[in-house]
């Protein structure tokens, strides 16, 4: 048995290939000192060297897309030297796919597969537009499911699945009775899909992780987390700049991940699928 800290947070990138990814991000992950975290709206900016150095010298290894597009938001993991890296796995780049990084990792004879993932968003604020958006979404979606149904063994899936306000209580048929966007795709609908393929959502019970909204989850297939939260105490470090665009604006998530012994093969490539 193997237990892993680990941590999510979108730094709020907006996919400008021209911002600097702020020093406040390295300060607050480590001290948090996780096994393993995930960014998302994460870009390959002006100093994405020197932040992967900064990263790699507190003891991870950093893992990111190979490929370099112009105003695309990506994906970070980050592991701890102890973590073998076996194999890394992207998607196509294409309106149908979410951001994503998949990466599987093995510690102490443990497999362990990590998804980061964000379902994307698109602006547009009539009702027209907002129903395309949520449809996009739940195309995205769908595209996860397809491509987590595909990995065998201990799964975690962090991401920024975009799913719009809920309170407790709230179901699809409400959504669709109101004519809302959330109809097409919601938090009750992510919930509902991801334990059809045998995941649990995992959201914190209490905050936010943005603008009260709980958008950011861990998912987890054969293994449990516990202590899921959301965290906002980066927002008193002295360097912190609130409501500046290239500064995080969602809740750091954090969970502690209990896996157990499982010994599943694979072998260290790069998978990249059909873009088909």
Known sequence: MVII???????????????????????????????????????????????????????????????????????????????????????????????????????????????????????????????????????????????????????????????GSFKEGETICEYKKRGVARQFYSYPLVRQEMEEIGYFVNTPKEGYSWKECALDHLCTNKCTAKDVLYDWSFTKNSQYCPNKVGYPDHAILSANITILNNKSKTSAHLLIPNEN
């Not at 003891?59 to 030297?81: F, H, M, Q, W």
């Not at 990792?105 to 998804?115: A, G, H, M, P, T």
């Open 5 to 163: 800290k680990i941590l999510l947070w979108n730094i709020n990138q907006r996919s400008s290939i021209s911002s600097r990814i702020p020093q406040v991000v390295v300060e607050e992950i480590m001290k948090h000192n996780p096994d393993i975290f995930v960014l998302t709206e994460y870009v390959k900016s002006q100093n994405h060297m020197n932040i992967v150095e900064q990263i790699t010298d507190k003891g991870y290894t950093v893992l990111s897309d190979p490929r370099y597009i112009k105003g695309v938001n990506e994906v970070l993991i980050a592991c701890k030297n102890g973590y073998r890296i076996d194999s890394v796995s992207i998607l196509p780049i294409n309106e149908k796919n979410p951001n994503f990084l998949g990466a599987t990792l093995s510690v102490r004879d443990i497999k362990i597969n990590i998804v980061g993932t964000r379902i994307r968003t698109s602006g547009g604020k009539s009702q027209e537009e907002l129903d395309q958006n949520y449809k996009e979404k739940k195309i995205q979606l769908e595209s996860l499911k397809n491509h987590l149904r595909n990995i065998q063994g201990t799964t975690i899936v962090a991401g920024d699945f975009n799913n």
